[in-house]
């Protein structure tokens, strides 16, 4: 009796651990929360804006490629309420971005949107240096790894990446591990990507390709472009649009 207890909780256990062969095609939906008022100095602006801005993104994921795009926000019907004329609706990101990984050319592709304008930015894959850890979790049911970097204004950047699921590609700009990565926490949870769905069945691969929409452009005139409209941030944060009714 006492080994059939041993064995059930063994069982019990390990419903939780995707035990399966290493996936190597996919998606993942992440929501994408950003503490808006940490780099804010204003009180009086603080107190209008809610402190964290939270939105949801998707990466469709191959062993070479992958795409990455955010995912369209529901109309809130408070956008368009007239009874407060001093509300701040606030925006993060572009709209229809989209990140294109090619790991075998290591060549990225990058669709931004800009106003009414779409527009295409062609590089080099760029690489971080990974520092890895040995602490070690369990996310969505998939054992994963730590490992850490430091992003471009040299805050550190903590990824949580899983060697079962065989793709070296993440949220936004970060990947070059040995497997997805599932969460990232960016500068003491200045911005934090967790995963809310991962789907590895009946995924069709076809979907992860470069986007060929917009004018091509150099990513120095993309940035001007930004700093000249929004005075975007120039080490790469995320571009915050504030739009006063």
């Known amino acids: 009796m006492q080994k059939i207890i041993f064995a059930a909780l063994a069982l019990s256990s390990g419903q939780n651990i995707h035990a399966q062969a290493p996936t190597k095609e996919g998606k993942i939906i992440y929501e994408r929360k950003v503490n808006v008022h940490r780099r804010m100095t204003d009180e009086s602006m603080k107190s209008m804006i809610p402190e964290f801005n939270i939105s949801k993104t998707e990466l469709d994921f191959s062993a070479e490629e992958s795409i990455y795009k955010n995912i369209k926000e529901e109309e809130d019907i408070r956008d368009h309420a007239g009874e407060d004329n001093n509300r701040v609706i606030m ?28 527009y295409l930015i062609e590089d080099s894959l760029p690489r971080q240096s990974w520092k890895f850890q040995d602490e070690t979790k369990t996310i969505k049911g998939y054992a994963c790894k730590k490992a850490v970097t430091h992003n471009r204004e040299g805050k550190e950047v903590v990824a949580w990446y899983c060697e079962d699921i065989l793709s070296p590609s993440g949220p936004e700009g970060y990947g070059g591990l040995p497997g997805l990565i599932l969460e990232l926490n960016s500068n003491d949870a200045e911005v934090v990507f967790s995963p809310l769905d991962i789907i590895t069945k009946d995924f069709d691969k076809k979907i992860v390709k470069a986007p060929t929409e917009g004018k091509k452009i150099s990513r120095k005139e993309f940035q001007q472009m930004l700093t000249d409209q929004f005075g975007a941030n120039p080490n790469g944060g995320p571009t915050i649009r504030i739009i006063r009714n």
């Open 91 to 118: 925006r993060i990101g572009g709209g229809d971005d989209r990140v294109y990984k090619n790991y075998t050319s290591e060549k990225i592709t990058e669709q931004r949107e800009l106003g009414p304008k779409k």
